[in-house]
């Protein structure tokens, strides 16, 4: 029988698939075994056939994936009568054990793509018969805020929840109902660029400028370091995984040329901070206003 590794930074998603499996179970007190345990009872389960039913599945949930080695090697030779899921909060893809997994038995679920969040709100707001101003929109959005590591799909539909309690959402709802996640984040200043969202990215400098007052070289720098990476992709016509970066880091969706433009920027906007002949508030917004011109 098969097995599959779920795996994600999106537990909303994890756990709906885990329900869904769970639905398709006949006779589960039978035929569904929920555990993260390997012992004499799990290796018993796998090896009988299925009753008052047409398949036996297991859930098996780990923290990382090299917890469940016993079991991957036990099925691999006689716990052949059910289907194994597993569930890992880890899962290292360089591991031997990760490679032992056919791509097709590999179920990833990581954070939505921003236009797929934005519809999934509306949808929702105009499901719960509900108006929003764009206003408030945006302002929901920002407050949110889905990219940040600590916000997934459960906070913003608790938010969802209580905005939609009103049926004309206002700013003002919005601002009372809504527990503000937003903070300072460095890689969304390129994100808002490139979106043109250009008030938004002078907030979130001034969100940096009041967490880390002292720290506008590192922030340029690290800037720097996402052209950097967007100039070699142009240049080599290679992907970031190609280039070993993380595929959630977010860089310029620009030509070589406006890359190297804004490298040229940002490096001397750092060299005149560190000479003292930029303020560095001013500095940082000086080339944001440039590099939103590119």
Known sequence: MPKY???GEEPYLIDKFREELTKKVETPEFNLLDTNEFGETEKAFLCQYPLLGDKKIMIFRAGKLTECTELIEFIAVQGKRAEVYI???????RTKIFKSFKKEEIKVYNKLPQETLEKTITQYIKKAGCEITSEAYRLFLQLVNYDSEDTNLYDVLHSLKRVCAVKKITKDVVESMVMDREKEDIFSLIRLIMNRQYGDVFRQADLLLRSQPNNVVGILSLLLRSYRIAYKMQRCNCSMQELGINYRTFVPRLSA??????MDILDGAVNKVKRGFYKPEIALKTVLAKLCEL
């Open 257 to 262: 040329e406006q890359c190297s433009q804004a």
């Open 5 to 7: 590794l779920i795996y």
């Open 87 to 93: 569930f890992c909060d880890e899962a290292d893809r």
